[in-house]
């Protein structure tokens, strides 16, 4: 099985593969790390130690679009699985969570919204809002522009402890001495400085992925599931907000999009899925990313 691709990001992402791994995520086994439970959400992360998650990367029922075998997930359940997040993140980490909204009674719903609004009251900051660009081919809508927008908010707890933007967007002044100005608070032209512009700058709140097939997961089984977060955004997101030897926690796995990328990106992996039949495509997933896992140190090790 193919690993993912790897993008440009930050310096010490760019390093050599033998400098950059000197660790085995196999070793040290422990019943929070690398472990995917077929178990509620809820019941999971109440097993879990308070402040002990530095990164959670999770996606949500769409509200009800799906089924997903028929469990429950309403605005009581959300709230209580908000409450947890806000329980096991740890100061200065992160929740990724990836929501979109259902066209309903003829208008959007806005639950990512009060999602997002909830979360803030609990004490998260919204750090960062992305909006998700699919390149899918999809049916026209002839009373709206394009599809229900698709986010990612990063919230907070506290100063992120972990920020490594991806520099991965090409700037077309690259080698060139630019000016740049602010203003002060009165409008008023305060500072001027010149620049050297570097060969990339970060990329924008926009991210765009291609999806479907191959692009989607690199597992054609994987597509038992649904609904398959793109393991690129999944990657992206790790890469960003986390270092290597991290936790990774998503506490609604599904077919373990995150706790795949996890383990590649170089981070431990924690997962909850309640559905039994994508609990077993969970684990053949990670069975099959734990053999490319060996084989890429064994590769890098020159054996």
């Known amino acids: 099985m193919a690993s993912l691709p790897v993008p440009a990001h930050t310096a010490a992402d760019r390093r050599p593969a033998r400098r950059r791994r000197k660790f085995d995520l196999h070793e040290n086994p422990s019943p929070v790390r690398n472990r995917i439970r077929c178990m509620d959400a809820l019941d999971g992360m109440r097993t879990l130690p308070e402040v002990c998650i530095p990164l959670t990367v999770t996606s949500p029922p769409f509200d009800s679009i799906r089924s997903y075998g028929g469990h429950r997930w309403d605005h009581e359940t959300f709230t209580a699985l908000a409450r947890e997040l806000w329980r096991v993140t740890m100061p200065g980490g992160i929740v990724c969570w990836n929501a979109q909204d259902q066209i309903a009674k003829g208008g959007q719903t806005g639950t990512s919204f009060r999602q997002a609004l909830y979360f803030m009251g609990l004490g998260f900051r919204l750090h960062n809002t992305l909006l998700i660009e699919k390149q899918v081919t999809r049916g026209i809508n ?29 700037n077309k002044h690259a080698g060139k001495l630019l000016r740049y100005s602010t203003r002060d608070r009165a409008g008023v032209i305060s500072t001027t400085k010149k620049v050297l512009t570097k060969p990339f700058g970060a990329r924008p709140s926009i991210w765009r992925y291609t999806t479907g097939g191959r692009a989607t997961a690199t597992d054609r089984y994987a597509f038992e599931h649904p609904a398959l977060m793109p393991e690129a955004l999944a990657r992206d997101l790790i890469l960003s907000w986390s270092h290597p030897l991290d936790v990774v926690l998503d506490p609604l796995a599904g077919a373990a999009t995150t706790c795949k990328a996890a383990l590649l990106a170089d981070r431990y992996y924690l997962g909850f899925e309640v559905h039994e039949p994508y609990h077993r495509l969970a684990e053949r997933r990670l069975s099959d990313a734990h053999d490319a896992y060996r084989r890429r140190l064994l590769d890098e090790s020159g054996s």
């Open 142 to 170: 002839p009373v709206r522009y394009g599809v229900t927008p698709e986010f990612v908010f990063v919230f907070s707890k506290g100063r992120p402890r972990s920020i490594n933007l991806i520099r991965d967007k090409p």
